[in-house]
């Protein structure tokens, strides 16, 4: 069985930082491209980062960029977004997804969510 | 303000059929497949659609995917009131590099 499991979430104060990690379990992790997809509170899907199954190949939101960095350890199962610069408008549950296949062609997997409060 | 556009919602009565439209452009949904998901209440979203009009395993062919050049189509039969649930189209952006996804329908059941 397919499991994403998101962890890292919490309260933050803006400016300052955040790591998720999503541990991946029940399908062969490096075989897929994985990305990370944020929901604000009563909002709509929003793409943050995606990244291929060997890291060769990265993409970030340009809301994102800059501030964000998404990474992989194949050996470990586990992907990462690592969130600096935190600002209000990043308040969001954030979901970690396995592409179908390719580097976007859907995803077929979503975990749970972490959820991300940036405030003072 | 999404790349691509859904109307906010959509209503039919149980048993009847509803599509619901997701309107892009030549960067997005004219040159890239189109995957729709569902979102239940309080749920994480789950692929219903991939590649235009395919389905995944598991899914009832009661829900079907359809592109017309800029525009994609989710069509449902046989509406149930469990199918009540927000609705997203997503695809690639070649311009962007980057996925987009529509605003999201919300689906009501009569």
């Known amino acids: 069985e397919v499991q994403l499991v998101e962890s890292g979430g919490g309260l933050v104060q803006p400016g300052r930082s955040l790591r998720l990690s999503c541990a991946a379990s029940g399908f062969t992790f490096d075989d897929y491209a994985m990305h990370w997809v944020r929901q604000a509170p009563g909002k709509g899907l929003e793409w943050v980062s995606g990244?291929?199954?060997?890291?060769?190949?990265?993409g970030y939101a340009d809301s994102v960029k800059g501030r964000f960095t998404i990474s992989r350890d194949n050996a470990k199962n586990s992907l990462y977004l690592q969130m600096n610069s935190l600002r209000a408008e990043d308040t969001a549950l954030y979901y970690c997804?396995?592409?179908?296949?390719?580097?976007?062609?859907?995803?077929?997997?979503w975990g749970q969510g972490t959820l991300v409060t940036v405030s003072s | 303000q999404s790349v691509l556009t859904q109307p906010p919602s959509v209503s039919a009565a149980p048993g009847q059929k509803v599509t619901i439209s997701c309107s892009g452009s030549?960067?997005?949904?004219?040159?890239?497949?189109v995957s729709w998901y569902q979102q239940l209440p309080g749920t994480a979203p789950k692929l219903l659609i991939y590649?235009?009009?395919k389905r995944p395993s598991g899914i009832p062919d009661r829900f079907s995917g359809s592109k017309s050049g800029t525009s994609a189509t989710l069509g449902i039969t046989g509406l149930q009131t469990g199918d009540e649930a927000d609705y997203y189209c997503g695809t690639w952006d070649s311009s962007l590099s980057a996925v987009v996804f529509g605003g999201g329908t919300k689906l009501t059941v009569l």
């Open positions: 990244i291929s199954w060997n890291s060769g190949t990265i």
């Open positions: 997804a396995k592409a179908y296949y390719d580097f976007w062609s859907g995803s077929d997997y």
């Open positions: 030549s960067s997005n949904i004219g040159n890239n497949y």
């Open positions: 590649d235009n009009d």
